[in-house]
């Protein structure tokens, strides 16, 4: 199996910065696209930013010039750094992995558990 471990997350005041990581770890042939999504309150979920293996990024337009997406594929991770946060980025966050299995070759996606983030003076 293949779990995914979120942390970075707390409460921040509006216009400060917060890094989260999620970690892959398990029975992990290779890691193919990796993001980071976000629901708040009354809200559906949405698509933060996505990074390829090969490290090509989409950001939504709220996020864009504010939240930068990366990767290291040597330790399986990935990471949102957040920018200039503003109230309306309160959400819980959390990461997604597809996964190719080590035991059937197989592509399969995966959930962290999610993560708070609070923007609030």
């Known amino acids: 199996q293949v779990q995914l471990v979120e942390s970075g997350g707390g409460l921040v005041q509006p216009g400060g910065s917060l890094r989260l990581s999620c970690a892959a770890s398990?029975?992990?042939?290779?890691?193919?696209?990796m993001g980071w999504y976000r629901q708040a309150p009354g809200k559906q979920r949405e698509c933060v930013a996505t990074?390829?293996?090969?490290?090509?990024?989409n950001y939504a337009d709220s996020v864009k010039g504010r939240f930068t997406i990366s990767r290291d594929n040597a330790k399986n991770t990935v990471y949102l750094q957040m920018n200039s946060l503003e109230p309306e980025d309160t959400a819980v966050y959390s990461c997604?992995?597809?996964?190719?299995?080590?035991?059937?070759?197989?592509?399969?996606?995966?959930w962290g558990q999610g993560i708070q983030v609070t923007v609030s003076s």
């Open positions: 997604n992995a597809n996964v190719v299995l080590s035991s059937t070759r197989r592509l399969m996606p995966y």
């Open positions: 398990g029975s992990i042939f290779s890691i193919g696209a």
């Open positions: 990074i390829t293996s090969g490290g090509v990024t």
